[in-house]
């Protein structure tokens, strides 16, 4: 990995203001945003390096406040629960358990018979990159795949405690354009053009279900994935990008390359399956916004923002430092679960940021946090494992420094 290790200034820890929801965007699509950001310097040492995996836990969490737990279960889901909680995650994981384990696999195979048999006769559509879909399916086959996939993933949300779910749009008839696009003269009676991607912050793998619910998107996913059983083909029918990131082959795309394809597609085609990317590109504790990558920008066409929030009282369905079968399970054991949604106009670029990714993709990232109520922080996926090797009392900094993305 070739990203230098940080560290973040312990006196920025203490007392994180909580962002103002209104900020100014200039002619040129560029957002002014005084609010101070979360950020990390570099260690002057190894020995500095180590010395962060000897901190106390508040230390640590006012250093990575952006994947800090801070319901009940603590850090690792390890922490000491009151008398009430204990007894309460007693009778759930007897009763309610059971049950929801039951009821998502049950959807689940049958979700797979679903789209087993709407693809039984059908060749999958494939392309240089080995890339393999049912996604550039038409008819009604197609239709059948996209609303039973909407309707069952909801059936999920469901079965999971997330009874409702409160959804605010914020779309106007002409759609949000930067104050550059409008100053340049774009004219605003014509059909507005269809965004090629769906941006969102990461807090879940709860996430995916809302969407797949809500736009039924393709997602970007390990190669592996589609030779998963049951998932595999699901995720074939989603459209799902593969990608393999240890690939050497000349031919070999990349991310970047493969994504930007889809979302051009997804742009100039309206039957074409609309791409869903996390440019955040791993999970937070809901409260912060990473710095954005800018594979989902490089297409230069406008984008959907939509802001994602998880209310809790005792358990936080954010998937930030926790294992993922204990996070399953004490999810599985809540009564009931909260999701907030705020579904921004879409967004398109201004000339300026059409030629400049990353100033598109910083400008997006500030309306998504102004809007929704999020602290910008610029530490990201090193500082991640860091945090998540000081947790579990592992010392073998290099090792974790050196992983690869997932």
Known sequence: METELRDLDP??????PKPQPSESIHDNGSTKDDRPLLKPESLSSSSSSSSTLLMSQESLDKKFAAFARHDVYGPLGCGELPLEEKILLAIASVILVPIRVVLATSLLLFYYLICRICTLFSAPNRDDSEQEDYAHMGGWKRAVIVQCGKFLSRAVLLIFGFYWIKETFQISDSDFKSSAAQNEGEDESEEPERPGVIISNHISYIDILYHMSSFFPSFVAKRSVGKLPLVGLISKCLGCVYVQRES?????????????????????????????????????????????????????????????????????????????????????????????VIRLPIYYPSQQEKDDPKLYADNVRRLMASEGNLTLSDIGLPEKRIYLAALNGNNSLPNVLHQKDD
């Open 11 to 16: 006196t920025q820890g203490q007392g994180l």
């Open 248 to 340: 050497k082959s000349s031919d070999f795309k990349g991310v970047s390359g493969a994504v930007t394809e889809r979302v051009e597609e997804a742009h100039q085609d309206k039957s074409a399956p609309i791409m869903m990317l996390f440019p955040e590109g791993t999970t937070t504790n809901g409260d912060f916004l990473l710095p954005f990558k800018t594979g989902a920008f490089l297409a230069k066409a406008p984008v959907l923002p939509v802001i994602l929030r998880y209310p809790f009282r005792r358990f936080s369905p954010a998937w930030d430092s926790m294992s993922g079968a204990r996070h399953v399970f004490f999810l599985l054991c809540q009564f009931v679960n909260h999701l907030e």
